[in-house]
C-alpha cells in the first residue's frame, strides 16, 4: 500500500473514534497505518502520527521526534502542537519558539496560542 492510500485509511478509521468504548483494536490499525505512511516520508503522515501518539496515545516521547520532522519540513500545525506540548511541559520560550513559526508558516493556532501566550506576559 503506498503512503498516500495508508494516509486516507488511517484517517477514514480514525474518523471512527469516539473515545467512549475499547477501540483498541481501531487505535492500533491508525497507528500501524500512520507508522507506515510516516516511514516512507509521507510528511502530512509524520505530522498526524505525531498528533495521533500526543492526544490519544499521549506518549510524548515517541510523538515528538514526528512533530519536529513534520515542522522541520514546514507542517504549520505541527509547530502549533510542538508550542502546545511545550506550554503544557512549562517551557514558555520553547513554546513561543514553535508558535512563532507556525504563525509564520500560517497556521491560525499558532497565531492565536501566539498572540495568547505574549498576552499572558512572554
Not at 44 to 70: I, K, S, T, Y
Request: charged residues 30%; glycine residues 10%; hydrophobic residues 45%.
Amino acid at each position: 500500500m503506498m503512503a498516500e492510500d495508508q494516509l486516507a485509511e488511517a484517517l477514514r478509521l480514525a474518523d471512527t473514534l469516539t473515545g467512549y468504548e475499547d477501540e483498541s483494536a481501531i487505535e492500533q490499525l491508525v497507528e500501524t497505518l500512520l507508522r507506515a505512511a510516516a516511514k516512507q516520508g509521507h510528511v502530512r503522515a509524520m505530522a498526524e502520527l505525531g498528533a495521533f501518539l500526543w492526544h490519544v496515545r499521549g506518549d510524548e516521547d515517541d510523538a515528538r521526534p514526528w512533530l519536529v520532522r513534520a515542522a522541520e519540513a514546514g507542517e504549520g500545525d505541527s509547530m502549533n502542537l510542538l508550542g502546545d506540548i511545550h506550554d503544557f511541559l512549562g517551557d514558555g520560550d520553547e513554546a513561543l519558539r514553535w508558535y512563532e513559526a507556525g504563525a509564520a508558516a500560517g497556521d491560525p493556532h499558532a497565531v492565536d496560542n501566539l498572540a495568547a501566550l505574549r498576552t499572558l506576559g512572554h
